[in-house]
DNA sequence: TGTACATCAGTGAACGCGCGTTCACTGATGTAC
DNA sequence: TGTACATCAGTGAACGCGCGTTCACTGATGTAC
């Protein structure tokens, strides 16, 4: 190392290469599967220097979904400023899967880890689509063909929504696009299916109650 | 035991002993961090006793996956009969929602190993959700007004709905119902959630392309 | 700028533990006559 | 039905291994003067 870094900034690094450690990790198994000496190892670290970082490896873990969910609100930000509900659908489904397949370890961890053995990362993941779900549907309200909706409808369709758009990135991570072509036919699925349901409701009072 | 079984009959309960412990374990954790030793235990059997009855735990998980997609099977086929695509969409979603609360462990499996790091579970389930997806979509082709669909859109609502099937399971296993009245609520909200899908199948050619 | 001391990120040896798998075995069940 | 032998489900001891965590340590970085 040529450049002088302070005792602060290496450890900061040392931290980063931890987690950096885990997420490589985790592209072949689930975290309960995980151990700390395999963390420490991959990151070229004894495994006693582990605890100067983390009290253990949960801890680690409620970082990294930390992280996750931070990507994807940056991604639903984006979407959001848009005013009819088709425009919204459209954008929101092509940076849905852009955003799956550029941050396909982070996303895996939540796809992964939200049905896992390991207790405190389920509620962490749980807690975040919930709260994700609940701002969809204030944000739904908005929209003037959905303003007269009861809170009940509501919540059906954002839950719609977003197991959706769950599932889309679900099956982006189990078989991803091998090529550009590809992943437009998957923006394009995924649109057609969002769409669908944008109709649906659309048509609902009229048909369904 | 008064009753004379036979050592092949014998042989069968351990099995299933076995299987069963495997089951009761999985409530807690997922299978990658099951222990042969662990399920021997609960299973009342000495860890080497396994070995007569399965190669590894692996083997033991692919039988306890077949068993959970042989009962899904069942549920469909019951609500396979009708005519109308809203009948359908109401019977099998209260199938679905009594199915998932009966047999909890079962589905759980399913949910969790979908994204698990245990390779040969995870291609196990995949394969039969595929499977899900593309006779469904076989049926719904024979439908009078589903008839004149491309494939592709045909696949596009395949997925949605059955992506809406696992999300409602998801949830159910997530939030379970305390009571009866709750457990009609569950039904009612998945079968609004179905056939808001419907009613947007019927309004795409119209409006969606 | 130079010195003396404090801090603290990372080390390496050691511990007890549960793991998967092997092996030779036991003794009840099944079979041949 | 009775006897002699074969089968085989389940046992229990033993193995080597990777694990999480502890501890006293080292030596470079940081701070006070």
Redesign the interface.
């Known amino acids: 190392v040529t450049i002088e870094l302070t005792r602060t900034e290496r450890k900061q690094l040392t931290r980063r290469a931890l987690l950096d450690a885990a997420l490589r990790l985790l592209e072949?198994?689930?975290f309960?599967?995980l151990s700390l000496r395999q963390v420490a190892r991959e990151a070229g670290v004894t495994p006693t220097a582990f605890y100067r970082h983390f009290d253990d490896l949960e801890q680690l873990g409620l970082v990294l979904v930390g992280e996750s969910f931070g990507r994807l609100r940056e991604m639903i930000r984006a979407a959001r400023a848009e005013l009819a509900p088709e425009h919204v659908v459209r954008r929101s489904a092509e940076t849905l899967v852009r955003s799956v397949l550029e941050q396909r370890v982070h996303f895996?961890l939540l796809?992964?880890e939200?049905?896992?053995?390991v207790a405190v990362l389920r509620h962490a993941i749980?807690a975040e689509f919930r709260l994700f779900a609940s701002e969809l549907a204030t944000d739904l309200a908005r929209f003037p063909e959905l303003d007269h909706w009861s809170t009940e409808?509501l919540g059906?369709?954002a839950?719609?929504m977003v197991?959706?758009m769950?599932?889309?990135a679900?099956?982006l991570?189990?078989t991803p696009p091998s090529g550009p072509e590809e992943e437009r036919a998957a923006i394009a699925?995924a649109q057609?299916?969002l769409?669908?349901?944008?109709?649906?409701?659309?048509?609902?009072r009229s048909?369904?109650g």
């Open positions: 072949d198994g689930s309960a599967s895996r796809a992964r939200r049905f896992s053995g749980r409808d059906v369709l839950n719609l197991g959706s769950i599932s889309i679900e099956g991570l189990e699925a057609k299916q769409l669908m349901i944008i109709v649906g409701a659309r048509g609902w048909s369904g």
